[in-house]
Structures are given as C-alpha cells and as structure tokens.
C-alpha cells in the first residue's frame, strides 16, 4: 500500500514514524506543515519539519517530542546572558540544523532540496516534503490582534483568544515538486493527528485538490489535545472541541475518520456525515504505540 | 596614567588584560582591529573583538588563548554532519554572540553599542572599542590570488605565500565615536605585540592620526611569533622577521619601543631608528607575566 501523509508537528511526527515503521521507503512520502516557520536570531527555522525528521531519525527528544536528545543549551542560554530573546528554546543541536538551512537558503537552494540533503544526513530513507517551498505564514487572527504564529503559540504560549487565521502566501504558493506526485501515486491520504486549524489547513490550502481515498486520525480525545492548542482554538471559536467537530472539520474530503475508544459514543454521528470510522486506542506514548496505529490505519484504510 | 592601547587578537589581548590589572576603568581604552571580522554561516564574526573581550571577561579559554573556556561544540559537529563548512570552529557559546550581534545588527544597532552592551553583560569595565562601526576588509594578496582574511587564516592556514595587503573599505571607515577623544585623553597609545600587518595596520589606517606618544611592543621574539603569521607574513615580503623589522614598521608614528631579551642584540639598531627601547621578558603565558609586562611597559612610558 502506498501512503501519503499530511502532518504538524509532535502528534503527526508521531504516526509517521508509526507509518515509517510498516511502509517501505518508496511507500511513504510525508507532506509537512511550513506555515508555522519563522525567522528567529537571523535563522530560518521549521519546527514542524524539524520535529517530523528528528523523530523519523531517531533522533527527537522522548521527553517534549520536539527538539534533538541528548540536548545542550549553551548557546541560548549565552543569548540570554547579552539580553538577546530566549523565548524559542533553541539547543546547540537543533541550531545546527538552522544555521546550515540557513545558509544554504541564502546560496539559493530549495527548502526541498535542503530537507532532501538533511534527511539522507541524519539516515531517513521515507520522502519528507515541506509543502511548498514559497513561505506561508500562519497569522492567528486574536483578540489581541494579529500574531505571526510562533509569537502567539511559543512567546504568548497560546494566552490571547482566537478569532481565526490566515495564511499569508498561501496563494501564490505551490506544492512542491513530488508532492502532487506522491498524492496521485498513494492509495490513500492520511491526516496525521495534528491540529487542523494551524498544521493541517496550511497543506490542504496549498494542495488544494486530493482525487483520493482521505483518511484521517482525530487530534482530540475526549475533548483535549494530547498536546498543542487545538481544543482551546475549538472553542474560542465557538465550537465544542470533539472527535466529531474534526470530523466536520475535514467532511467535505473526508472517506475515513478514526476516533479515539474515548470518543465511541459519537461514533454514529460521525457516520451520519457519510464517513467510514475506526474506532480504536489513538494515544502514542512509545513506538509501539505509533507502529499499531499506523497498523490499525493501514488495515482500515484497507477495508474502505 | 591614561593609556589607549591598539590590539588585535591573542597576543594583544594578553597586554590589554595586563594593563586592566592594574589601570583604573577609565583609565584604559583598547581599539580594537575589526579588519578580520567576516560573515560565516550568516552570522557576522569578529574574531579580534571576541578575544579581547573574553579575556578581558575572563571568558576566554587559557589553553587557545581564543575562544571560550569550558566552551562545548555541539553545533558545529552537526553543522559539519550536514554537510555545512566546519573548518571556522565556532563552539556553542561563541555562538551565541554572533547570533545576537547579528541580530541586533540587522536591527540597525552599531557595532560599538553592540560591544558596549556585551561588555556590560560580561562584567568588562574598561572600554572596549571596535576601529569603526563601517565594514573594513583585510583581503591578502597572495600568490594564489586575493584571498579574504579568514579564508587564508583559518581555512587556508597561512599557507599561501603573502604578496601584499589591501583593506576593503578602510577610506570611508571612520573610527568609532570615542577612539579620537580616548586618544586625545591618553599619555601614550600603546601598540600591543599583535600582527603589524594584518591587525594594527589597519587600526591605524582607520585613526590617521596619533599626537601622542606611540610605543610599541614586539610581537616576534627571537625571529619568530608566538601565535599567528606576523613572521612568516616578514619573510614572504622578503623582510627578515624580528624585532628590529618590527620598529622600523611603526618607525615614522614611534616614541619607544620593547623588545624581549632574547633580542637584546639588536636594541642598539633599533636606538638608531631615534626610538627609546625597553628590553624585558616579553612573553606572557600566564596572567602574572601579563601584568608584569603591563606595568613595565607603563614604566617606560613614565620614563619617557
């Protein structure tokens, strides 16, 4: 079976190394949210994408589920010692990866091209593509006023109300090489677990059309998020944060949703908005966690 | 006595921290080559500045005399990993300097409030000034071509014969406000043993000129440097490297000069220049031999 996964960052990292565990090389091919990128201390950087590589290489911290283990801080902490912004917790590691993105940008590569080279680097054989490789920006739209992504999600950690987003660049941007490809080649489309508003959206926006088989993995358990603010945006905007409201979210592409043992009770409700379901254990704490879910996925996507 | 003293990098800096030990902050006043500074992974560096300022700060590691003590390398092996150039070996927290210089650069800051403000958050409390707030660039004409300085010093490692200087700049670069009034407050300016061609020249090019007394101390012993190409650099333009060579260099702006014991021999050519000599232990390997050389090289100018 071959997949094409969209993903954000932490939770959708975590079902494509799931995926990645069952899937050959050429099977896998992760599309990855930009719209969270930004430019911080002179670096461009991609959290989204970083998190998606560093856990496909193994080398992503257990403990947040972003950033590199076996971290150091020294270079930020010597930032804050000269009055510079500490606020995005940058380690030693994970800079590296900024500094060279960087400046292979400036010489006129390809964000695509760069996550090509990084990737064989750091021995990921599955394809990882950043959506697009013109900048999108997620602007979130609050009761404070417009703020560019990082500033509301890390530096406000996630404090002022939103009344909802915008994706500046998206129009002009296109997908990258290999992305509408991949998509034509899959079986199917896998929404990864990842917030709809800020990490799935973007892509979809960008790809704008699927001819495909969607399926997609709820990001709130009963009610919540295992991380990251979905369900806080839910209902700031005035929707009940749910397996269902996801559902609806995504109706309109929609052949398949799972849903969280959690959230059974509205699997019904689910199915009235004529989308196959799956209802089984969506938490991913460990490895085996992720590989049995992209097993249940796969199955199910099987069975559709 | 109040002393402005010119200093490139390691050996400079030994003096410059000598005469901190024991003139009183405004008392001293060190101008600083910034002919060497460059851009390197998007990152603006300033190699001489740094190592002035972290020995001074007591920062600096004691075994390279460059560089930080305790200093880790965590992002330069993973820029190397990348594939990224590693042969300029910045550690983590070297790094962190360049970051927020460069970021406060880019937001129109200049160089020497940027130093300024660095120096108070390193606990420095003798000034330091960077030459000039304007770009000079020290280009090294060699038998290879034209090489940029840091491309022959670090990545080239001194090893294309030298043919000549040129510094990229230095007519429009006017020296920083507060150089020319720490120099009119000074009883002498003292030329600390750093590489005459490379790291004064262009500090004097960029002052224009001294209506002080001006000594100057060897940076070759014996016919050879303790650190860096100064010699080499001598013999490549076909002048035999030593002290003597080194007085008739400053010949025309020179009032005194010292030189280390162990070219005791020439003194009496070098009194032939019409300069006042000093001959003394001129080797500074630990914080002791730095003060000791620094209050000798007061001495002298008292004597003058």
């Given at each position: 079976m071959k997949i094409t996964a969209l993903a954000g960052g932490v939770g959708g990292a975590k079902l494509a190394h799931g995926l990645a565990q069952i899937l050959a090389p050429e099977d896998l091919t992760i599309i990855v949210n930009t719209g969270d990128d930004f430019e911080h201390l002179g670096m461009y950087i991609c959290p989204d994408l970083d998190t998606v590589c560093y856990t496909l290489g193994g080398l992503a911290n257990p403990e947040t589920g972003w950033g590199r283990v076996g971290e150091s801080w020294n270079t930020i902490s010597n930032v804050e010692k000269l009055g510079?912004?500490?606020?995005?917790?940058?380690g030693d590691q994970d800079i590296a990866t900024h500094l060279e993105r960087t400046r292979r940008l400036k010489e006129g590569q390809s964000l695509s091209q760069i996550t090509k080279d990084f990737c064989k680097a750091w021995g990921i054989q599955h394809t990882v593509l950043p959506m697009s490789d013109s900048p999108v920006r997620t602007m979130v739209d609050s009761e404070e006023g417009e703020l560019a992504f990082q500033e509301y999600f890390?530096?406000?950690?996630?404090?002022p109300k939103v009344k909802g987003f915008r994706f500046d660049g998206v129009e002009a941007a296109e997908p990258v090489v290999g992305a509408k490809e991949a998509i034509d080649r899959a079986d199917a489309v896998v929404i990864c677990p990842s917030n709809p508003w800020v990490s799935i959206d973007p892509i979809l926006r960008v790809i704008k059309k699927i001819d495909k088989p969607v399926l997609a993995v709820s990001p709130i358990i009963g009610g919540k998020t295992?991380?990251?603010?979905a369900a806080k945006m839910y209902e700031e905007l005035g929707i009940e944060p749910s397996s269902l409201a996801v559902a609806r979210h995504y109706r309109t592409i929609l052949t398949g949703f799972v849903l969280d043992n959690a959230d059974s009770a509205m699997e019904n409700e689910i199915k009235n908005l004529n989308v196959k379901t799956l209802v089984t254990?969506?938490?991913?704490?460990?490895l085996t966690d992720r590989t049995r879910l992209a097993k249940d996925v796969l199955h199910f996507i099987g069975s559709l």
């Open positions: 510079g912004p500490a606020w995005f917790r940058l890390v530096h406000r950690q996630c404090a295992v991380k990251g603010p254990d969506t938490l991913m704490n460990h």
